[in-house]
């Protein structure tokens, strides 16, 4: 059998990744003479992939250029054809001699340079802390001044906000407040919307408008009123869908820069009556959406939550009673997954009390504000150590409308 045809037998083989052919010429020759043809068909096939395939480069698309430029979700939208349709990382799963057969390059070199940049695309990058510094961040401003200047500008983008507190003390109120801020701010560089996820069919749009025209009756609040999108949910299971997949397509389209849920507490604790396996994996799940939500597009998330009654028990051996107080709802779990909590209470003067009591950037501080018609407004002597306890976050007492329990 003449060498070229030996070679393309090897060759065959390569390609197809089929070692059944090897073991044929084991069969037919002698070791010596199929090592020959192995290393003759190496070398066609290398031949082969960058010489005979090479005119044919030109006229194919030039993924790896293609790559380098795109994002791979840019990428696996505009060539699904190029790419395994499993993605970028399933795309590591093949070899270069794998991608050839299946198409996905020309040639050697090409499938080569396809799986480097399929490398880096999915790789983790990382900045330097200078570099963080250096990005400007547009904050959401909450429309009190001391709550903005201890949060260094306000409610940072990219991250998910809590407002904690009990019946009638101001949280919806302050959720209005900060719709209207954001789509009314003169700080704004352009058209915003605000997505207001109402579960306890509580919000007012007309509460809306009054705060608007209070704080900016120099803009025409109607106009900016129809970018304020009011969504009403009553299950988990609603709220679930709505974050998986609905939203993303609400963000791009009306150019979201907050999405409030008013209340997530409600929706479990209507479902749920006690702490349940079920409860803790819908919980979390509705968690990791938010927070990939808000990383994802760099907005502001806010959340609303009510308030329980725990059951304390006696720090002195000599105590035989438990104590009762009133704490955030939803439990330890839940407080780890919010990055900054705002507690709303009760006092016993004519102020509530707003406290920080958890945040990457601020100390445990408090700030007494009234319920006006502009909203929540800060009094002048704002800073209030009222029912300053430190410890965990989550079991904080919180005083109710007439005393603490």
Request: proline share 4%.
């Amino acid at each position: 059998m003449p060498n070229c045809c030996l070679a393309l037998l090897a060759l065959e083989s390569i390609c197809l990744s089929n070692f059944r052919y090897i073991l044929e010429l084991n069969m037919l020759f002698s070791e010596e003479v199929v090592a020959n043809i192995y290393v003759l068909g190496t070398v066609a096939f290398w031949i082969f992939s960058l010489v005979v395939q090479y005119p044919f480069r030109a006229s194919r698309q030039p993924v790896v250029d293609l790559l380098s430029s795109a994002s791979p979700a840019q990428f696996e939208s505009q060539y699904p054809e190029s790419i395994p349709s499993e993605g970028l990382k399933n795309l590591l799963l093949h070899g270069e001699l794998e991608l050839l057969h299946l198409n996905k390059a020309s040639t050697i070199i090409q499938a080569r340079q396809l799986l480097q940049h399929a490398a880096n695309d999915v790789s983790l990058t990382s900045k330097t802390a200078f570099d963080l510094a250096q990005n400007s961040v547009s904050f959401l401003k909450t429309g009190l001044s001391g709550v903005d200047r201890a949060l260094l500008g306000g409610l940072r983008p990219g991250t998910v906000s809590e407002l904690a507190g009990p019946a009638g003390c101001g949280k919806t109120q302050l959720c209005c407040q900060l719709a209207a801020i954001t789509v009314l701010s003169p700080e704004a560089t352009e058209k915003v919307g605000v997505l207001y996820v109402d579960t306890e069919n509580s919000v007012s749009a007309n509460r809306i408008v009054e705060i608007g025209k209070q704080r900016f009756p120099e803009i025409d609040i109607g106009q900016a009123a129809s970018r304020i999108y009011l969504h009403r949910i009553f299950s988990s299971h609603s709220l679930a869908q709505l974050l998986g997949h609905t939203i993303q397509e609400i963000i791009i389209l009306k150019n979201l820069k907050l999405v409030i849920i008013d209340s997530i507490a409600s929706l479990i604790r209507k479902e749920f009556e006690s702490r349940t396996s079920s409860r803790s994996e819908i919980l979390l799940g509705l968690a990791s959406a938010l927070k990939e939500l808000a990383e994802s597009f760099d907005i502001a998330v806010v959340v609303v939550n009510q308030v329980q009654t725990l059951t304390i028990a006696p720090q002195d051996s000599n105590e035989s009673e438990r104590a009762e107080c009133i704490a955030v709802a939803l439990g330890n779990t839940w407080c780890h997954t919010v990055n900054t909590r705002l507690t709303l209470q009760y006092t016993a003067g004519s102020y509530q009390q707003l406290t920080i009591t958890k945040s990457p950037v601020a100390p445990v501080c408090h700030f007494r504000y009234k319920i006006t018609v502009r909203g929540l407004v800060e009094a002048e002597d704002s800073d209030c150590p009222l029912n300053d306890k430190s410890g965990d976050p989550s079991l904080q007492p919180i005083r109710g409308r007439h005393s603490f329990l």
